[in-house]
Each structure stands twice: as structure tokens, then as C-alpha cells.
């Protein structure tokens, strides 16, 4: 896989699972420093791009912006967000270019100062590049301070060079890629 077609597989799947398109006051901020985030996507071995562990530096800049980017030109009727002690559980129906239709339902449970774990099963009609339901479980843990040198929006990916959520996210191909993306091109 060209890295390029690597980065964003990793970018769309942090995306998902860490900015869902939700209300930013609905969603519970993650405290400041490095998260390990361990991804598995049911029908992807494990250790395949995006899958964890993942370490990422965050602040809240870099998780609104996250956040922010993440609902940029989505269509969404639906958006259910009920946030308890120590739970948010979300019902998403949104509208695609194309005229495809996603609906999303996740639960995430934690304290997001300590750790955080998500269950996110998607369902696409029709199906998006043959694919008519995805599911995705992150379980995540707080390492501590970010290390000297790193920078929020940082990721580090065993085998893969460190790359910055923010500047991939500011980046006209990767931009591009994840519009065709959406498209189901």
C-alpha cells in the first residue's frame, strides 16, 4: 500500500474514532498529554494500518480542531448524543455525496483523565466500496505528559514515520483523498 494510501487509511480511522461528529459540548474532553489507542476493526487482521497501539499528543486545541474538521460538509438529520456518568451513546444518520447513507451507533464509557474505550458499528446503504457495515472498538489509556520534543497532534505508528494530525489534516491531497473517500470513489 503506497504510504500515502496508508496515511489516510490511519487518518480516517483516528478521525472516526476520535472526533465523531458529535456536538463539541456534548462530547467529554480528553485530558492533555499521550493517549496510547489501540483500534481493531472487525475483518482487518490485527496490526493493519490504523490498528494500535497508537500513541498521539493532545491538547484541546488539537482535539476541537479534530473534533471541528470532522463534521466539515457532513449532512447529518439525525444526531442523537446522550451523554450519562461515565458513558456517551450516539445514534448518527448522515447523507454522502452519492447518495449514500450512513448510520452510526456508538458507545463510548470512561473517565477520558485515565482512559476510554468506544464500540462504533456503521451501516452503509448502499453499500460503500462493497462495504455494507463496519464496526470498530478502541480501547484507550493515558501515558502521562506528552515526550519532549512532540507536539499536539502528533502520532507515533510502530514502523511508520511521526506524523501531525493537524498539518495531514491542513494538507490539500490528503483533503482530496478523503473527499473521494466519502464519495465512494
Given amino acids: 500500500?503506497?504510504?500515502?494510501?496508508?496515511?489516510?487509511?490511519?487518518?480516517t480511522t483516528l478521525l472516526a474514532g476520535l472526533a465523531l461528529p458529535a456536538p463539541a459540548a456534548d462530547m467529554p474532553k480528553r485530558k492533555s498529554g499521550l493517549w496510547e489507542?489501540?483500534?481493531?476493526?472487525?475483518?482487518?487482521?490485527?496490526?493493519?494500518?490504523?490498528?494500535?497501539?497508537i500513541q498521539m499528543c493532545v491538547d484541546q486545541t488539537t482535539d476541537n480542531m479534530m473534533q471541528e474538521r470532522s463534521?466539515?460538509?457532513?449532512?447529518?438529520?439525525?444526531?442523537?448524543v446522550n451523554r450519562g456518568i461515565g458513558k456517551v451513546t450516539m445514534h448518527m444518520v448522515c447523507k454522502h455525496d452519492g447518495g449514500v447513507t450512513s448510520t452510526t451507533d456508538a458507545?463510548?464509557?470512561?473517565?477520558?483523565?485515565?482512559n476510554y474505550k468506544s464500540d462504533m458499528t456503521i451501516r452503509y446503504d448502499?453499500?460503500?466500496?462493497?462495504?455494507?457495515?463496519?464496526?470498530?472498538?478502541?480501547e484507550a489509556r493515558w501515558l502521562g505528559p506528552?515526550?519532549?520534543?512532540?507536539?499536539?497532534?502528533?502520532?507515533?505508528?510502530q514502523g511508520m514515520p511521526k506524523m501531525n494530525m493537524q498539518d495531514m489534516m491542513n494538507d490539500?491531497?490528503?483533503?482530496?483523498?478523503m473527499k473521494r473517500q466519502q464519495q465512494g470513489r
Avoid at 37 to 53: E, L, N, R, V, Y
Avoid at 71 to 80: A, L, Q, S
Avoid at 126 to 138: F, H, I, L, T
Avoid at 172 to 177: D, L, Q, T, V, W
Fill in 1 to 11: 500500500m503506497k504510504a500515502s494510501r496508508l496515511s489516510l487509511a490511519l487518518m
Fill in 37 to 53: 489507542i489501540k483500534t481493531q476493526m472487525a475483518g482487518m487482521p490485527a496490526g493493519g494500518p490504523g490498528q494500535g497501539p
Fill in 71 to 80: 463534521k466539515e460538509k457532513v449532512n447529518c438529520p439525525t444526531m442523537d
Fill in 107 to 114: 458507545v463510548i464509557t470512561g473517565d477520558f483523565d485515565s
Fill in 126 to 138: 448502499p453499500p460503500q466500496n462493497g462495504m455494507k457495515e463496519a464496526k470498530m472498538s478502541q
Fill in 146 to 157: 506528552c515526550k519532549p520534543g512532540q507536539r499536539p497532534g502528533d502520532v507515533i505508528v
Fill in 172 to 177: 490539500p491531497k490528503i483533503k482530496e483523498m
